[in-house]
């Protein structure tokens, strides 16, 4: 009888992970034995043929699961495809660590130039792909992180669109290789949703770090009564510190007197891994230390979450509101 693994060594990656039938098989096992520990939840499917011990996510929280999960399905229909086809779209945006808004991790993505299909759990999108627009990650070959973004914008939402496309410029930038939407978009040519890759194009920046403040700018450029703002604005104290905040707006004069905040729970972790391991309660209150800073500058700031991007009538209000008092419109 096989023996299963019923967790996984800290940092092990969709390799370690997966376990495959034919390995299973190749090693004495049985088909019995699968079904067995499938029954038994020693072993989950993640599609047909490859499988993770079913405690191979249980110390990461639930987007973290969710992500790491579909990534690893991901891999596991890379392994079990032809050459010529290649990772594209949403999974290709997971093996490139690209955040989007709502992908949908139901699908794995491949793109060929010989042929497209569609079957359960798997789409093969028929389009050319230049050996430019292909990169290697963990040995499989994807579309690039622009073509990724392209392909993903073009299929969702005009504001996945969006999303997508900031993330793919923000990425470029953070990994100090830029990247250059507009030759990818010229070369897609006439195609399903060009135009709404087309229109996201226009708003789209490398300066928004998370799908909320890309969101966010979203409806901030929505709403006819607020001026558009500015992006990552820097605020230098007399004692030489410096905040930098989602966005700002300045008066007549250009001084600035208003800024907004973006708070989601993944910038709360983020800022807990880079501090050391701090505890999120210590960096919350890190955070009204800073805007008590910002405050005492005369700058009105204000602060939204996802819940208020949920309601965006009252967040417009709340920042217009702000926007009054401080000078900035009338």
Known sequence: MTTFPVSDPE??????????????????????????????????????????????????????????????????AARSGTSRRFLSHQSAAAMLDVPLLDPDHSVVHFVSERSGRTSPGLVIHQAPIPDHHLVTVDGFQVTSIGRTVCDVARLGTFRQAVCALDSGLYQGRIR???????????????????????????LATDQSESI???ISRCVLCDAELLPNPELQVVITLPDGTTYRCDFGWRDATGRLRVVGEFDGR????????????ALPED?????????????????AVVRWNWNDLAAPRRLVGRIYDALQRSGVVE
Do not use: F, M, W
């Open 283 to 299: 960096v919350i209150y890190d955070e009204k230390l800073r805007e008590d800073a910002i405050r005492a500058r005369d700058i």
């Open 11 to 76: 940092g092990s990656t969709s390799a370690s992970r997966i376990i495959y039938r034919r390995s299973v098989i190749g090693e004495g096992g049985t088909d019995r034995d699968i079904r067995r520990a499938l029954k038994e939840r020693q072993i989950d499917r993640l599609r047909h043929g490859s499988y993770v011990s079913s405690s191979a996510y249980a110390d990461l929280e639930d987007h973290e699961r969710t992500e790491t999960r579909y990534r690893d399905t991901v891999v596991a």
């Open 266 to 277: 993944t910038k709360y972790h983020r800022q807990s891994a880079a501090s050391g391991g």
């Open 212 to 214: 909320g403040e890309t």
């Open 176 to 202: 100090e290789q830029p990247v250059d939407l507009q030759p990818i978009v010229d070369a897609l040519g006439p195609c399903h949703g060009i135009n709404v890759l087309r229109t996201a194009l226009i």
